[in-house]
């Protein structure tokens, strides 16, 4: 579910050595919120979304669902 989505953006972020501070720019998102969403703890849906098209991807919520 949305715990892995969050768990593979770290992954994605980190291959490209993307800092939280930079997804933060990129996104409009605080680097507190981007650590709670990428350990599963926040699972908003609109922000992973969000998150993943600043690292190059799109989710798809049928296959997390």
Do not use: P, W
Not at 9 to 34: D, M, P, V, W, Y
């Amino acid at each position: 579910g949305f715990l892995m989505v969050g768990i593979e953006l770290k992954k994605s972020r980190i291959e490209q050595n993307i800092t939280r501070a930079e997804l933060s720019e990129k996104t409009g998102i605080s680097c507190n919120s981007i650590l709670n969403y990428e350990d599963g703890r926040h699972t908003q849906f609109d922000v992973l979304e969000k998150m993943a098209a600043a690292l190059g991807y799109e989710i798809d919520l049928i296959k997390i669902l």
